[in-house]
């Protein structure tokens, strides 16, 4: 087996540490308004499965051009800095790669502002991961060449300036981050971020009595076919702030407005098992 599938497997385990398990990505506020019906668990499962496709297609659109633009621009740079015999010079490109990492952050959060539900959603996710990659993968020994550690500096800088306040990092980014430090490709680094939104709103589901854990297996094989295809259609996507090629903003986009309002109001729910 390969050092990369092992990772993948790792990274796709139900357990993994980064609190994912609290957020329902709005379900239960939209289960509690109605958008989302009980008898999903009687075989109904619609309205479900409609929810999911409609929330997997806003993070397609959405968060996947952040998830992959911070994986490239990390991958990218870092790999020419960790072959930098001047210890000057592989300083000064990390600094660079931390601020555009920053400015990215930074404008994820802007285009979140709205979403005060979603936001903290995203910061709370992002920062269990950062701290699960400092105190845990850093540590292992695929980690210890040059290359490694200079994504652990990077790592540990980042975690440092988000303690201050100076900075958010994002579930998006820091997810891309960490697959590129951890030498994931980019096409697996983007299924597995779609595979893990999708299994945690089928997870919440669950928990919410919508579907039974047995059924709910069925629903998420069945939206291979969906996801995959809008992988194709999203995967070359890269979000773009920093120049005019994206003068009308439609590099990374909300899709479904009405899911945002729903999970905008997970706040206000009378009763709730949910953080988000």
């Known amino acids: ?74 991958a990218v740079r870092l790999a020419q800095a960790s072959g930098d015999n001047n210890a000057a010079d592989a300083s000064a490109t990390m600094t660079s790669v931390l601020e555009e990492f920053l400015d990215l952050d930074s404008y994820h959060h802007a285009m979140l ?57 994002h579930w998006p980014t820091v997810f891309g981050f960490v697959c590129a430090a951890l030498g994931i490709s980019l096409a697996h680094t983007q299924q597995l971020y779609m595979f893990q939104f999708v299994r945690q709103v089928f997870s919440a589901a669950i928990r919410l009595n919508l579907v039974g854990p047995l059924r709910a297996q069925m629903l998420e094989c069945d939206m291979h076919p969906y996801v995959s295809a809008l992988l194709k259609d999203n995967a070359h996507l890269r979000v773009e702030f920093s120049s005019l090629d994206d003068l009308f903003g439609e590099s990374a986009v909300y899709t479904e407005p009405i899911l945002e309002l729903y999970q905008g109001m997970h706040d206000r729910l009378y009763s709730r098992i949910f953080n988000s």
């Open 113 to 169: 502002s709205s979403n005060k539900v979603a936001m903290r959603a995203s910061v709370a996710q992002g920062g269990g991961l950062l701290s699960l990659f400092i105190r845990g993968y850093a540590l292992a020994e695929c980690m210890s060449d040059r290359r490694g550690q200079a994504y652990v500096s990077i790592a540990k800088q980042l975690q440092r300036l988000a303690r201050l306040g100076e900075a958010k990092a």
């Open 1 to 74: 087996m390969d050092k990369e599938t092992w990772l993948l497997w790792l990274l796709a385990d139900s357990q993994l540490p980064t609190g994912g398990f609290v957020a329902s990505a709005g379900l239960e506020a939209a289960l509690q308004a109605g958008l989302v019906s009980e008898s999903a668990a009687e075989g109904a499962s619609n309205s479900l499965t409609e929810f999911i496709r409609d929330s997997a297609h806003n993070q397609a659109r959405f968060a996947l051009p952040f998830c992959s633009r911070a994986y490239e621009e990390t």
